[in-house]
């Protein structure tokens, strides 16, 4: 499974973005639990955003009422819908892909990931 992410870029606080996440591979299916996860400098990866193969979905405290996770099954594509962003939100975003039923936010359930796109949110 191969993710490849895109969509971030610099932002003022209270902006939009929509990150997208397009799967590559023919181990690839759309029963996976996917996530969106992200890192500040200096800081551990965080779970931000997971929709497991149903579309039932989990999001991080911080970011609840303002992201959406979302996906294309045909497009073979993961979406984060940020509004509402804040400079806190400034990290490296990326996705990532997993069998684990459990997965959720849980990092280290997944063993495929993305390069990563950066969110920048000035105030």
């Known amino acids: 499974v191969q993710l490849v992410e895109s969509g971030g870029g610099s932002v003022q606080a209270g902006g939009s973005l929509r990150l997208s996440c397009a799967a590559f591979?023919?181990?690839?299916?759309?029963?996976?639990?996917m996530g969106w996860f992200r890192q500040a400098p200096g800081k551990a990866r965080e779970g931000v955003a997971s929709?497991?193969?149903?579309?039932?979905?989990s999001y991080a405290d911080s970011v609840k009422g303002r992201f959406t996770i979302s996906k294309d099954n045909a497009k073979r594509t993961l979406y984060l819908q940020m509004s509402s962003l804040k400079p806190e939100d400034t990290a490296m975003y990326y996705c990532?892909?997993?069998?684990?039923?459990?997965?959720?936010?849980?990092?280290?359930?997944?063993?495929?990931w993305g390069r990563g796109t950066q969110v920048t949110v000035s105030s």
């Open positions: 929709i497991d193969g149903d579309g039932s979905t």
């Open positions: 591979g023919y181990t690839y299916s759309s029963r996976m639990y």
């Open positions: 990532g892909a997993s069998w684990s039923v459990v997965a959720g936010l849980r990092g280290t359930e997944y063993p495929y």
